[in-house]
């Protein structure tokens, strides 16, 4: 069965939302309630399921179309469909209303820096910014909220990377589509029905530095992964990147520092953050507008530790200044200070204007 029947065949109620290119989201909750993400907001449907066993059976022919188990012993379910949509599922008595069905479209048009200048994401200054960062192998990392466009601007990016570099891509589900002609792409496994053969990403970081890579790009950071990144980062592999969820770019670092904890490794709190405070160079923080735009609001560059506290300096902050009648934010990307490497930059044939 083709990749959109599979989807069809199984999700009829949704199947308008389903071709609709409008749509990037569509939630389930329970056999009545249905919700899309159009453009950025959250709006309810009229779609709903028969009953919650015609749900709950979506969901494990789901489950088993793609070669997982969704039943008593297994209520969770987190997979990626053939043409790269992910769906996460989860049936009671976890979901208290019923199934639970969320599905993030794949996009079919990868999101470029031409398109985010376009859609006012971020300036041409932001992207001269961005773009010497790459360039001069500064270690970034993408933060942000949920649908905040994270992973969108972690490809877009890496847009900037030079073609002749090898660069080595570790992620849960695969979504990133890097142009560059030296990409190798890794996925991690999950566990089969008897608990064996689970491939995580610690894994894949520990046979990827063993691959030569140029620069490594990690889809997420969700766990004690943190700590080998961190390593690697410190240990010659500039120029690398990845995302996580944080609501600014100083608490990104504390989340580093938590998600690092997570590794098992007992390493004492100081040496820790002085290995996140060496690692990671720059943030860029994402977030969804209540007008359901997506944008850069904040660059920040990270500093040495002040009396053993993370620091990090805004260059470039989004400030909304007016709101229309429409309900639309509008406002200027500020540019608060320069970076510590814009002489560099401007060395190498970078100059940042307007920054320096």
């Not at 990749?3 to 308008?16: I, M, N, S, Y």
């Not at 735009?293 to 904040?298: L, P, T």
Request: net charge neutral; aromatic share 4%; glycine share 8%.
């Amino acid at each position: 069965m083709a990749t959109a029947d599979f989807l069809v065949f199984f999700l009829e109620p949704v199947r308008a939302y389903l071709e609709d290119d409008d749509v990037s989201e569509i939630l389930i909750n329970g056999p009545s309630q249905v919700y899309v993400e159009r453009r950025g907001r959250l709006e309810p449907t009229e779609a709903h399921f028969v009953n919650e066993a015609a749900l709950r059976a979506t969901a494990v022919n789901i489950a088993r179309g793609v070669g997982r188990l969704l039943d008593d012993a297994n209520p969770r379910l987190d997979a990626r469909l053939p043409d790269g949509s992910r769906v996460h599922a989860v049936i009671p008595p976890l979901a208290r209303c019923g199934t639970v069905i969320a599905i993030r479209k794949f996009k079919k048009e990868t999101l470029s820096i031409e398109r985010m200048l376009s859609f006012g994401s971020v300036d041409k200054g932001l992207v001269t910014l961005l773009r010497a960062a790459v360039r001069l192998h500064r270690n970034i990392i993408v933060s942000g909220g949920t649908s905040s466009g994270k992973t969108s601007v972690l490809n877009a990016l890496s847009s900037f990377i030079p073609p002749e570099e090898r660069v080595l891509v570790l992620e849960d589900a695969s979504e990133l589509q890097l142009q560059q002609a030296h990409v190798v792409c890794f996925e991690t496994r999950r566990p089969d029905k008897h608990g064996q053969g689970e491939v995580t990403i610690r894994d894949l970081i520990h046979s990827a530095l063993r691959l030569r890579p140029d620069r490594l790009v990690i889809g997420e950071i969700r766990g004690g992964e943190a700590l080998d990144l961190l390593q690697a980062l410190n240990t010659g592999h500039a120029g690398s990147m990845s995302t996580i969820h944080a609501n600014s770019p100083l608490d990104c670092l504390y989340r580093l520092e938590t998600c690092a904890l997570l590794s098992g490794v007992n390493l004492p709190l100081s040496a820790l953050r002085s290995q996140v405070a060496s690692a990671v160079d720059m943030v860029a923080h994402t977030a969804r507008l209540p007008d359901g735009s997506r944008k850069m609001v904040a660059v920040s560059e990270v500093l040495p530790l002040v009396s053993g506290e993370y620091a990090v300096r805004d260059l470039v902050r989004w400030r909304t200044e007016a709101l229309t009648e429409q309900g639309k934010r509008e406002g200027t990307f500020e540019r608060l200070a320069p970076p510590t490497f814009a002489e560099e930059a401007a060395r190498m044939g970078f100059p940042l204007e307007g920054l320096a």
